[in-house]
């Protein structure tokens, strides 16, 4: 058993501790917003909060989250700086497929709520590790400096 | 079991040795997962015993020990690149970091790792040999210096025996030095290197006082330019330059790029660091 602290609720986990993380979330906790894409760290789709920072949840192993703290997208998009992320990626029209969104969601609230401005290069910097394939990426910096002053005040 | 696989937690070094000591398969050893997760993935790990070091307390840390800068192996390149003290002792480090894969990928590769990896193209090496560190091995016979230009002795071998580890590279902290580095790939972040080089030097005018170059993605490893740095600083010509690039240099051909491409942007690269 594997215990730790997932979107704020203590839960324990049965399943081979080398097993993919984001794998762990989908299929062991039934968590399916985390998406699986490349599977080796590059896209980022798989992007979940480890210990408050974002990382790719492909890259890690159900070991490494033992004792930890882990939030995903469901727990994301729930708060309120979630909803004024999604808002913002509404008005700016950027989500197309929705594959990646999970992904630049997580980062997004990482980057607003570390302190990030709504400076485009800024921003490209912190999403580099996203990748989408059909958006397109101007829309999505947008949708990211959208959220940037609309979130001023919320928390 | 993943491809057959099996983990086993340890608590201290202590721990750990005691533990491998005995251990009759293949071992590695899981930090971040960032290089691992990968090879297991593609079946390059499989049947083995992997130790999770990820939380030794022994592995982290980064501190000022005389005139060094310490990182401890198991720190995050995140926990490099936002240091303060890193910042202000080595801050070609940190700030030639800032596109090492992506921000994701630095909150959970460690340097330790990027170096055991042995990659050719590791971000983290070509740095580090310009800075001339050592990295410090430990296993359960004690600790041990080497210098990381000594520390590769082929394509993703190294001076490591059974049962060692990377605990810490150590830079030493200097003052006065200009900085150089250039990583060439197609895109400008989670990206792998078609050619890197770093360079830490001193000039006088138009004259090399003091000069390390170090390239990645040319060689089976990345390496020191000792030829090169010697015709730099003795000012000799083009001719002799290219020379002694030839004699240093192995670029091969492969996915990311072709062997004269290669070749190319390393004299350009070395072109643009005298000029």
């Given amino acids: 058993m594997i215990k730790f602290n997932l979107n704020g609720k203590d839960v324990s986990v049965d399943a081979d501790p080398l097993k993919s993380l984001v794998r762990v979330l989908r299929e062991d906790l039934e968590l399916t917003g985390t998406k699986i894409g490349c599977a080796e760290g590059e896209c980022g789709a798989c992007t979940v909060l480890f210990e408050g920072k974002p990382v790719t949840s492909c890259t890690m192993n159900l070991i490494h989250a033992e004792g930890k703290d882990v939030k995903t997208v469901e727990w994301v998009a729930a708060s309120k700086l979630g909803e004024v992320i999604k808002k913002a990626f509404y008005e700016e029209n950027a989500v197309q497929c929705g594959f990646c969104f999970p992904g630049f969601m997580v980062t997004t609230y990482h980057y607003i709520s570390s302190g990030g401005t709504d400076d485009r290069e800024s921003i490209k910097r912190a999403l580099s590790g996203n990748v989408c394939r059909c958006t397109g990426y101007e829309k999505i910096i947008s949708a990211v400096q959208r959220a940037c002053n609309d979130a001023k005040g919320v928390k | ?275």
């Fill in chain 2, 1 to 275: 079991m993943m491809n057959g696989n099996k983990l086993v937690r340890v608590e201290s070094l202590s721990d750990l040795f005691a533990k491998s000591a005995s251990c009759k398969d293949n071992f590695c050893y899981l930090a971040g997962g960032t290089d691992i997760n990968v090879q297991i993935s593609k079946q390059m790990i499989k049947d083995s015993t992997l130790y999770f070091i990820s939380n030794l307390d022994e592995l982290k840390g980064i501190l000022v020990n005389g005139d060094e800068l310490v990182i401890g192996s198991g720190e995050t390149f995140g926990n490099i690149i936002n240091s303060k003290l890193v910042k202000s002792k080595v801050p070609f480090l940190s700030d030639s970091l800032v596109n090492f894969a992506s921000p994701l990928l630095q909150n959970a590769a460690t340097i330790g790792g990027n170096i055991a990896n042995g990659s050719p193209t590791a971000d983290a090496t070509p740095l580090l040999l310009a800075l001339d560190a050592d990295v410090v091995l430990v296993s359960a016979e004690g600790e041990r210096r080497v210098k990381l230009c000594e520390y590769f002795t082929g394509y993703k071998k190294s001076v490591l025996k059974k049962g060692e580890l990377v605990k810490a590279v150590a830079i030493k902290i200097e003052d006065g030095k200009s900085y150089f580095y250039k990583k060439v790939s197609s895109r400008k972040s989670l990206t792998i290197a078609k050619v890197s080089l770093a360079a830490v030097y001193s000039k006088d005018g138009d004259k090399f006082d003091s000069l390390r170059i170090a390239v990645g993605s040319l060689n089976e490893y990345a390496r020191r330019l000792p030829k090169v740095e010697k015709v730099l600083l003795g000012g000799g010509s083009d001719d002799e330059l290219k020379k002694a690039l030839q004699a240093e240099i192995t670029p091969i051909t492969d996915l990311r790029s072709d062997a004269e491409y290669r070749f190319d942007v390393a004299c350009n690269l070395i072109n643009s660091l005298r000029n």
